[in-house]
């Protein structure tokens, strides 16, 4: 079946600084990419929209300075979570359409701590 | 725009108890509807999905769903719970307008499971 490849899993990083997360589709071409953002004990917040080859789509309320997406391939979307504070620290989830049967395919996470 | 309702935050059952998980939704067509489960700290699993057809869907670990237009509902049922079911349980709906669908999950069920 579709897979999509998350990393890191887990990254701790000094508030100031930026991380990558990385979500690639292993077996499959995934035109869109969907970003989500989970804080402990609540539900999956959509983020952004990415697109391949053009500009993410970022929900209301979303800073797109901040969280700089990237689609450059059919492939492999990035978030870059710039200058991190602690209030960054939550759990990423990337998304993918499979293309077939309109199912979608979630990595596995990131878990982001800011100190 | 489509939205996802959880009425219950928590539900608790005893194991081997039947189950049921409510999920209402809002949206102006026909949606695409899923039923995902989450461990703590892990990513996402599908469970089951409705795209149309049959109302009455099939899922892995013994779980289904109903998908009912008049009531707006999505309710996911399991007759006979096991300890390992405890985690938390997101209804989503999608929708297809163009490639920039996404879906949308509603807030969360976390199950727990009496001894």
């Known amino acids: 079946g579709a897979v999509v490849s998350q990393h890191p899993s887990w990254v701790i990083c000094k508030s100031g600084t930026s991380v990558k997360i990385e979500c690639r589709s292993l077996?499959?071409?995934?035109?869109?990419m969907f970003w989500y953002r989970q804080f402990p004990k609540q539900s999956l917040m959509l983020m952004a929209t990415s697109n391949e080859g053009s500009k993410a789509t970022y929900e209301q309320g979303v800073e797109k300075d901040k969280f700089l997406i990237n689609h450059a391939s059919l492939t492999l979307s990035t978030l870059t979570v710039t200058s991190a504070h602690p209030e960054d620290s939550s759990f990423y989830i990337c998304?993918?359409?499979?293309?077939?049967?309109?199912?979608?395919?979630f990595g596995s996470g990131t878990r982001l701590t800011v100190v | 725009a489509q939205s996802v309702t959880q009425p219950d935050i928590h539900i608790t059952v005893s194991e081997g108890a039947s189950l049921e998980l409510r999920c209402n939704y809002s949206?102006?067509?026909?949606?695409?509807l899923f039923w995902y489960v989450q461990s703590p700290g892990q990513g996402l699993q599908l469970l089951l999905k409705y795209f149309s057809g049959d109302t009455l869907v099939q899922g892995i670990k013994g779980f289904e769903a109903e998908f009912k237009r008049s009531q707006s509902s999505f309710n996911l049922r399991k007759p006979s719970v096991h300890w390992s079911d405890a985690a938390e349980y997101f209804c989503?709906?999608?929708?297809?307008?163009?490639?920039?669908?996404?879906?949308?999950f509603g807030k969360g069920t976390r199950l727990h499971i009496l001894p």
């Open positions: 989503a709906v999608g929708a297809e307008k163009n490639r920039d669908d996404k879906i949308i």
């Open positions: 949206y102006g067509a026909t949606p695409y």
């Open positions: 998304s993918a359409r499979t293309g077939q049967g309109r199912g979608y395919t």
């Open positions: 077996d499959f071409q995934a035109t869109t």
